[in-house]
């Protein structure tokens, strides 16, 4: 049996996120696993390598599934760009070893989360960059996101309710970079808690505004209370950006 | 009375182009003119640079008007960032002499054509970029839009029907670049005919995949007839960049 490896791009702005939900809602990986199981007569089932909240965008999501199917790779892509809605693009496939698992094998992930701190909206990207008119000090925002570098307990960072659930996390690293007033953090991790990177941007952006210090985070971190940390960023300003295996 | 040049920026996607129409059709600038009107209490009429086509996009078009409200320019700047829709912002307004009109008193403008020439479109920009899945000949366009350069008679490069309208316009330059294959086609003039600068591109795409020569555009400038010049290139991917007084 072939098990296919894909690199996806989606717009996320119209989807309920990528993971498949229970009745009609309308999922990045439904879109995809409709059109793999008319095209190869079989019922797919897409193995993705994580969720992304409703409103998420990827630029290189990764998934895999198994087919018996015998068309060439580039039949596939052209049969996916043919019947895939204009938000949703199978950028590269490959067949790759039976075991590999699009979830169980990430080693890490990479996030940008893209603000606008201009006076006005660019209207280009309004639907991929959240607008921000406030200015931020990003030395600060720099700072505090020093202290979320390591192995830690994320439960600060986190909408998940259950306590029985592990929250140790390891960010491996926080690029803040600025140009022209378009702020991106990027944000590199081993994995991510459900809404870890909108929260943690949410704090950021409370420490940029001078709400909160830099090192206040730590203390955040330390109380293991969602409560404590800063509100959850609009999902639209962020991007999956990259995931290593 | 006051004489107020704005700068704007709009998605041209969803609306019938820049020009108010007869009867309730969407244009720019009949949403400006509406906005104006209520922030003033006058009947505002605005003066654009020139038309767009629908669908057209615009980093920086250039409008002016004449009210007597004695608004400040910032305010009026958050009334309008307020109340217009979100794929038009007015990025910035001065007070100017009260002889400033922005269609009259035009010296040259720069349009942007963007054609993504990779396998696949990209779903970021898909509104803003013409996707072209076959291989160009960069060197040839370049060849051939160095025939368009200079002033000439334009008529084969037109939609426009009357034979009594001047049709003899100035091309100062055109850029062709390519950058992962994302093409940009730059053309500065002084002016433009109906639908000028997609019949050129449209020209010049045909010159890129082998079905005219650099050479053809010569004769086809000589022709001065419409049927002779390649196919328009679809809205999406125009963009009026800059405009000079």
Same mark, same amino acid.
């Given at each position: 049996m072939r098990n296919i490896k894909m690199t996806i791009q989606y717009d996320g702005s119209r989807y309920r996120g990528w993971q498949k939900q229970k009745d009609l809602e309308l999922t990045i990986q439904s879109k995809i696993e409709n059109v793999l199981s008319k095209m190869t007569g079989e019922e797919v089932q897409v193995v993705g390598c994580g969720r992304t909240d409703? =409103? !998420?965008? @990827? #630029?290189?999501?990764?998934?895999n599934f198994h087919t018996h199917s015998i068309m060439s790779i580039e039949a596939m892509l052209d049969y996916?760009?043919?019947?895939? +809605?204009?938000? %949703? !693009? !199978?950028?590269?496939m490959k067949d790759t070893?039976?075991?590999?698992? @699009?979830?169980?094998? !990430?080693?890490?992930? &990479?996030? %940008?989360?893209r603000i606008n701190n201009n006076s006005f909206r660019d209207v280009f990207n309004r639907r991929y960059v959240y607008h921000l008119n406030e200015k931020l000090n990003l030395d600060d925002m720099i700072k505090a996101s020093e202290v979320l570098i390591g192995t830690h307990d994320f439960q600060s960072f986190t909408s998940l309710k259950s306590n029985t659930k592990p929250t140790v996390r390891t960010i491996n690293y926080i690029?803040? &970079? #600025?140009?022209?007033g378009? %702020? #991106?953090i990027e944000v590199n991790g081993n994995s991510f808690l459900l809404n870890m990177v909108r929260i943690i &941007?949410? &704090?950021?952006?409370? *420490? =940029?505004?001078?709400?909160?210090? +830099?090192?206040? *985070? #730590?203390?955040?971190?330390?109380e293991k209370k969602r409560s404590e940390a800063g509100p959850i960023a609009?999902?639209?300003?962020?991007?999956?950006?990259? *995931?290593?295996?």
């Open positions: 409703s =409103g !998420v965008h @990827a #630029e290189n999501y990764i998934a996916l760009y043919e019947y895939l +809605p204009e938000d %949703i !693009v !199978v950028k590269s070893g039976e075991r590999f698992h @699009a979830r169980y094998n !990430v080693k890490s992930k &990479t996030y %940008i989360y690029n803040i &970079t #600025e140009n022209n378009m %702020i #991106e &941007t949410g &704090t950021l952006l409370e *420490v =940029g505004k001078g709400n909160l210090k +830099p090192l206040d *985070v #730590e203390k955040i971190l330390n609009p999902a639209k300003g962020l991007c999956l950006k990259i *995931v290593n295996y």
